[in-house]
C-alpha cells in the first residue's frame, strides 16, 4: 500500500479543534489498514506568527512543497488585527496557494436536507441545492503587481491594487469547470463583468473558446457577476457549475455557502496543475469557514466542515472516491441521527461538542 | 417658484415605458402649479448607439451638465451585445457618471410590507428591513489606468484592470454615509477586503479617521466584503448604512436588492459634492433595475423603482422633502390596495400593466 505524505496546519481559532477530529480518522485509517498516511505538522497564520514572526516559516513552507496533500484548519483573529500588512496571519495563506501553484479552488455548496430549516431562505429556494463553485486562486487582484499604497504629501495617499488575467489562466480553470460539470449536471456559468472590466471581456471571450474547441458537449452560460449574485440569492437552483475569478469567487462562494445554512459543514479543495510525468498534482484542503475566534478552545466548533476537507483529499489527491464516500455518508447518517453542534442546532435535536460530532461520525465509519 | 431642468435620458429596453410614467407625474405636478419642471429628452446606451453610433452624443452630455438632474431609464440589451467596447451601452452611464462627478450612489433596500412573501428569503428574516447602501461610483476598478488587453503572442493575451483609490475620495464617500446615518439608525459598516487587497487597508484607515476626527456619535463598524455578503444574507437587519467601493458596491447592492424581493421596487440616486458657492450639486437618478429586453415593450415593466427615484430626486436635488414623502405615500398605498406588475403578483392581488399602475400612483397622490 503507497504511503501518503500529509502535511496538517491547523491554524488559530477553532482550527486545531477541529483538525483534532480529522487527526482521530487519520490515526483510525492507518490502525485499520485501510490506508497509510504519514503526517506531519506546522504552523501558520497568527501561531506562526506568534513563533517565528512570519505568517509561515520556510521550513513549513518546504514541508508544504513535499507533502502529498495539505490539511489546513483556520487562519486570523482579532489578536492579530495590527500586525504588519506582510506577516498577517491571511499572508501565509495566500503564499501557500500562490508557491504550490493552487490555481483550482473546488467549493462545493449543498444544502443538506436535515439542516435546509437553517437557511435563511425558504426551505423550497435551497432544499436539494448543489452547486459546485469553481473559483481562480492564484491570479487576478490578489497577486497582480503593483499593489501598493504610496504617499502623496498633503495628507494624501494613493492605494493601488492590479487585476491581471493571461488567456492561459483563464483557459485552465475554465478546463477544471467543464471537467466537472461533466460529472455532473453538465452545466457550467460563467461571471465576470465584462461591462466595465477587461479581464472580464478576456475571461467571457477565453471561456468561450475552451467551450467551443473542447466541451461542446456542456452547457456553458455567461452571467455578469452581480446579476449572477442576485440569482444565487433569487433562484440558486438555476446553477450546476460556476467559474468565476479570485475576488468574484470569494464573494459568490461566500454567499452561496450562506444560502446552504450549514457554513460550519462545506469543504473546499484547491488543486495545482497534474505534472505530466508523476500525474500527481499539490492541493491544499480547508474548510469554508474561518477561525471563528469567538468560540474558539470551547468545544463548540463544527468538526464537519474539516472533516469533509479530508474527504475531498481522500477523493481528488488520493483517488480514494469510495472512501471519500464513505466519509460523505457518515457525516449525513450522523446528521440524520439528530446529532447536532451549537452552529445548526434546532429544535428536537441532540445537542454534541466538537469531540463528540467527531467521535459520531468515526462510529459510523 | 424657481424652475427646475431635468434632462430624461430613457435609455433601452423597458426604460422608455417606465420613464413615461415618470413624465406623467411631472406633467401633473407642472399642471397643479406645485412645481415647475423643465423638460428635455435624450438618448442614452443603445438607443444612442442605434441613432449616432456612441453610447451618449456630445450634445446630449452638454445637456445632462446643464441640467439641475438627470432622470435616468437603464440601458443594454443583447442586441448590442457585440458592439465595440468603448461604445457599448454601458459606457453612456459610465460616461455620465464620470463626467459629471457623480460620486456617491446612495441604494436604499427597503422590503415593502405588501412584498415580504415575494422574498425567495424566509419573512421574519427581511420583513422591516431598511438598509441604505452607499457606493463610491467614480473611483475603482471601474475607471483606474491602466485598463488594457494586450496581445502577448503564442496566442497569449493579458487584460489588466487597475483599482485606484485616493484618500479624498474615500473621506468623502465616508462623510456622505456618516451624514445619512445620522438621520437613520446611526450605524456605518465599511466594507473592504484589507486582507487582501491594498486599497482596503487605505479604506479602512481613512474610514477610521474620518470617524474619530467629525463623526464620533455615529457607530462605526468594519466587515471584510465576503463576510460582509454573507451576514447581508444571513441576518440584514443588523445593518443600517453600508458603504463600500464601486465594485464590491455593485455586487452588494445587487444581493441587498434581491433580498428584499422588491427589485423593481427600488430606486438610486447618484450625486456630486456640493458647489461652494451655488450649493447645488449634480444629480442622477435611475432605478436599480436593468432594461429587462425580455419584458420591453410588452406593458409589463414595474414603473415604480422609476417613480420613487424621481422621488429621490424631489428629495436629494430640489430639497422637496415633503413631496418626496407623499410620493413614497402614494406609491406604499397603491400597494397596499392590492395592485400588482407582473414581477410581484401575488395570489390574491389585482394585476397591473405598467401604465395602469403610474395612473394608480398619480391618482394617490
Ligand atoms: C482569508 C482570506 C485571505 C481568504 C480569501 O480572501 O481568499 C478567504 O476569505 C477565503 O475565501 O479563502
Ligand atoms: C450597467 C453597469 C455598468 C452598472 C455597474 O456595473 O455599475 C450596473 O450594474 C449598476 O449597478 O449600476
Known sequence: MATHKLLLLPGDGIGPEVMAEVQRVIDWLNAQGIAKFETEQGLVGGSAYDAHKVSISEADMAKATAADAVIFGAVGGPKWDSVPYEV????????????????????PAVCYPALAEASSLKRDVVEGLDIMIVRELTGGVYFGEPKTITDLGNGQKRAVDTQVYDTYEIERIGRVAFDLARK???????????????????????????????YKDVTLEHQLADSGGMNLVKAPKQFDVIVTDNLFGDMLSDIAAMLTGSLGMLPSAS???????????RSLFEPVHGSAPDIAGKGLANPIAMISSFGMALRYSFDMGDLADKVDAAIAAVLASGLRTADIKSEGTTPASTSQMGEAILKEL
Open 271 to 281: 488543486l495545482g496543475e497534474v505534472d505530466s510525468k508523476t500525474r500527481k498534482r
Open 184 to 214: 455532473r449536471k453538465n452545466k457550467v456559468t460563467s461571471m465576470e463583468k465584462r461591462n466595465v472590466m477587461k479581464s472580464g471581456v478576456l475571461w467571457n471571450e477565453v471561456m468561450t473558446q475552451v467551450h467551443a474547441r473542447e
Open 88 to 107: 498577517r496571519p491571511e499572508a501565509g495563506l495566500l503564499r501557500l496557494r500562490k508557491d504550490l501553484g493552487l490555481f483550482a479552488n473546488l467549493r
